[in-house]
């Protein structure tokens, strides 16, 4: 029987390590995966918008979630992004991850073609039967154009094998009517980091983001204190963390958590092109920045 349980919690959308030569890089990913573990994060989530999966061939979206699961070692559940523009990679990648030992796929609906809702079900529906391992959906109406209903996800929440939704929107009514209408055993994730409190009061269970990379400690923390009830500290975590979020949207966000990383002594390498590749100018602006946050500053940092 399936324990959806476990599937709860911080989350960071992992950061895909690359070497000086632009390829995964596996020492790295290795590292920071213990580093995250050893903040107390609840999960992984691979290969989506963080993770530049969409820039990366079948091979080496593969290749990258069998390193991650290895070194997890079943600590904490592996979430494979499988998401594409077509239905019969989606398939290949979630039929591999089953095979791989990943604990749950998820992904966005099929993008630049603007498809019907009976396209984007049927999509959805030929992932989550195309293995034995639940599904995740991925809500990210702002960068796929599909923007789906409360309706579409209460029916595709009645299908045995799709268990959830990672919710990328800032539309907290909208929120609210899809974990009312999908009920107490589909697995809603706040995906914009910075609304996890707003998220975690309409009731999600936890949040899969992309900053948890940077700011693991802090997230953590912010869960744990909403889940005992004290939303003074929850509150306050949350604006400290907005402060760092409204500095990162000065620059592309993955350009930008990579030279934190960078800074907090985890190599990652820059980000595949088109991504912005930072200036030397851009670097030493975010170094100011980060030695002006405690919990950014190299010495917080293993």
């Given amino acids: 029987m399936l324990t959806l349980d476990k599937f709860k919690g911080i989350i960071p959308a992992l950061i895909t390590p690359y070497d ?6 596996e020492s ?19 290969s989506g918008s963080t993770g530049e999966g969409f820039l990366q061939s079948v091979g080496e979206r593969q290749s990258f979630l069998e390193i991650v699961v290895d070194e997890v070692r079943g600590v904490v559940p592996v979430i494979a992004h499988v998401g594409a523009m077509d239905t019969a990679t989606c398939v290949e990648l ?10 749950a796929v998820s992904s966005v609906a099929p993008f630049y073609y603007k498809h019907g809702q009976e396209q984007v079900r049927g999509h959805y529906l030929d992932i989550a039967t195309a293995a034995d391992i639940p599904l995740i959906i991925y809500h990210f109406p702002a ?5 789906s209903t409360v309706r579409f996800y209460e029916e595709l929440s009645k299908v045995d094998n799709i268990i959830g939704v990672k919710f990328t929107s800032k539309d907290t009514f909208e929120l609210q009517q899809l974990i009312e209408a999908c009920g107490p055993d589909f697995r809603v994730f706040n995906g914009p980091d910075e609304c996890l409190l707003a998220g975690l009061a309409f009731g999600c269970c936890g949040a899969i ?14 869960y744990r204190a909403f889940q005992t009830g004290d939303l003074a500290a929850a509150r306050k975590l949350q604006a400290k963390a907005n402060r760092v979020i409204a500095e990162l949207l000065k620059y592309d966000f993955i350009a930008f958590e990579r030279e934190i990383l960078h800074l907090q002594g ?7 092109k088109p991504i912005q590749q930072l200036s030397s100018e ?3 602006q975010i170094r100011h920045f980060a030695q002006q946050v405690d919990f950014l500053s190299t010495n917080t940092v293993v």
Avoid at 94 to 103: E, I, V
Avoid at 143 to 147: L, N, P, S, Y
Avoid at 266 to 272: A, D, K, L, N, Y
């Fill in 20 to 25: 000086g030569e632009g390829k995964i890089s």
């Fill in 28 to 46: 790295a990913t290795r590292k920071i995966v213990r580093h995250l573990i050893d903040k107390q994060v609840d999960g992984f989530y691979l």
């Fill in 94 to 103: 979630t039929k591999h991850a089953a095979l791989a030992g990943a604990d």
């Fill in 143 to 147: 960068m796929t154009g599909v923007q």
């Fill in 209 to 222: 983001g992309s900053t948890y990379n940077i700011m693991p400690e802090l997230f953590v923390e912010l």
């Fill in 266 to 272: 985890i190599e990652v390498g820059s980000p595949r």
């Fill in 282 to 284: 851009e670097r030493l």
